[in-house]
């Protein structure tokens, strides 16, 4: 099995993407008997990040984090898209073969055009570079939420295509559903997204954050009330940080009542003060040393190059570019 996984660097990491995709694509660096290749999806980020020095600050960023959180170069390729030109080409020879319609349908264009984003060549062709990123590197796994899962479909479907015309050459990857079960809600309820501007970041100072969570807004029921934790947002959001016995504990006095939200807040507080506390240490150590950061990246993308540039090399020789 060998998997793969890119996320854009678009702006500091919040819990949402931790605890709905970070979190479990680091785990299959031990699963994978094959290798597994991650990267910042900078390519991608240019749709929507247009300043140099915030793209490249962001992208660093993100290797960061990423280190950060428990990515072990020693076990998984970490590298920067935009150091594998042969991602690129490969997008190219994918795209002569690409359906107009097959894009038109693809769900994340259709709800940006809705939500009124402007609409260009990057945004409409993204699910070609995204397919390109998949096959480069002959992955099986792409651990997906479940709105990606058409992507997913797109790369098979564009494999499939090119296989059929041009002889088998692109393996057909699987999308693993990531578990969302433990829905990360942002500090408005709404789903945690940078879209919404209701994030909490992972490595944002302890005090601001606390701040943050102090403004949640709750509803208006009295104190002496007993309440549902089920879908109250702070339980929520307590239920991703805090210890079983401080989970059990706050679980009783919800069901009990006698108690104000200020309270729970600053239980919340505490708790994802503890739990991120590590990784902020090591994020810490990390930021100190840029220029090791910057060796990983670029080990990485000598792994990723080799590994794509025979992908491409095998699908010139298969449409005709090769062997003339």
Not at 66 to 84: C, E, I, R
Request: hydrophobic share 40%; with cysteine; proline share 4%.
């Amino acid at each position: 099995m060998r998997a793969l996984s890119g996320i854009q660097p678009t702006g500091p990491f919040h819990w949402g993407n931790y605890f709905g995709a970070i979190q479990q694509y680091i785990a299959l660096q031990d699963e994978c008997d094959d290798g597994s290749f991650y990267f910042i999806a900078n390519l991608h980020a240019l749709t929507t990040v247009r300043e140099k020095e915030r793209l490249q600050q962001y992208t660093l960023d993100g290797a960061i984090d990423l280190l950060a959180l428990g990515l072990d170069p020693n076990k998984a390729t970490l590298f920067v898209q935009s150091d594998v030109p042969e991602v690129s080409e490969l997008c190219w020879l994918l795209l002569t073969g690409t359906p107009m319609g097959l894009l038109e349908r693809c769900v994340s264009y259709k709800d940006k055009l809705a939500k009124g984003i402007k609409a260009d060549a990057g945004l409409f062709t993204y699910p070609v570079l995204q397919a390109a990123d998949i096959l480069a590197y002959d992955a099986t796994v792409v651990p997906v939420g479940e709105d990606q899962l058409q992507h997913i479909e797109v790369c098979r479907d564009l494999a499939q295509s090119f296989n059929h015309h041009f002889g088998e050459t692109f393996v057909l990857p699987k999308g693993k559903v990531l578990d969302q079960s433990a829905r990360v809600p942002g500090t408005d309820g709404e789903k945690m997204s940078k879209s919404y501007n209701n994030t909490l970041a992972v490595f944002d100072d302890v005090k601001a954050q606390r701040k943050q969570i102090m403004r949640i807004q709750t509803d208006s029921r009295p104190m002496e009330e007993p309440k549902d934790p089920a879908g109250d947002v702070l339980f929520d959001l307590l239920k991703l940080v805090a210890s079983e016995a401080t989970l059990a504990e706050w679980e009783a006095t919800y069901r009990g009542g006698g108690f104000g939200y200020g309270d729970v807040k600053k239980a919340l507080a505490e708790a994802a003060e503890t739990y991120w506390g590590p990784a902020r240490e090591r994020r810490a150590e990390w930021a100190a040393k840029p220029g090791e950061v910057r060796e990983i990246l670029a080990a990485g993308a000598v792994k990723a190059r080799q590994r794509a540039g025979e992908t491409l090399c095998r699908a010139q020789a298969a449409c005709g570019l090769k062997g003339w």
